[in-house]
């Protein structure tokens, strides 16, 4: 295991062929998708620009519509939880420096907080965190390997409040039905949220997905791995509530209960 040396950035070769698009669940295909996010100029700081001028090669990953392989990325064998959305990074980093024995890669499409993730690894001289500056929605889709995942983390999402923007959450069940073919067996998908509408929306939803369980009933405590996000620190402020959701892929044995017969 190597995990003093960054490994290269892509190009990397493809483990295995992506998915024609017609095998995808229909709102995951190619073009036909909408986003979760505005692109939005918003401040970003000297050392955000400077981190993401200087360290991108090193630690970030371009877009690319082949399967990619972990073991070639992270230099290493290891469990990988990919992570939609890590904002300013801050929960990302104590997680991945909690769980040194796991491969992080985080997704996040905002200039700020990826510049902001790229200062944390190179500070914290975290080894097992890449990110990917790109739609998680496509990421999913075309980089992620079926079956490869050992968690997805996706914590406080855009809550998107108004009725016309709900279309544009994330949680939706063709990207849930997507997601779930990347876990594998036994693997976790942890969402957390501040907005009870979407909370509501998220239980719906991922009860309704079959290749999902819940692993509790209705909501989950927060584990006390998870530390508290700073969009979460801003809802509580505001006075709303937080929901956690954990479910995950049954081990392969549940789905066929006389395989080892
Ligand atoms: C409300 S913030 C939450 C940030 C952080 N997880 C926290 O709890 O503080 C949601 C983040 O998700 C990112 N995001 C939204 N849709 C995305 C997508 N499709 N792909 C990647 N990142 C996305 C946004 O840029 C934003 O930084």
New binding site residues.
Partial sequence: MNMTTPSPALPIPAAEPALAGGELPKAARPGTHI???VHRRGHITLSQKEALETLTDTWSLPYTDRHISFAQVFGREAPTVLE?????GE?TEKIALAQPERNFLG????NA?VGAMLRRIEDSGLRNVRIVQ????E?MRDMIPPASLAGVHI????PWPKKRHHKRR?IQPAFIELLATRLAPGAYLHCATDWQPYAEQMLEVLSGEPQLCNTCEGYAERPAWRPQ????TRGLRLGHGVWDLIFERPPASRYSPRADA
């Fill in positions: 986003r979760s996010f939609i959305g890590f904002g300013m929960t997704v996040e499409v905002f907080g790109h739609d998680a929605v990421v914590y406080f999402p855009d994330l996000t700073k969009f979460e």
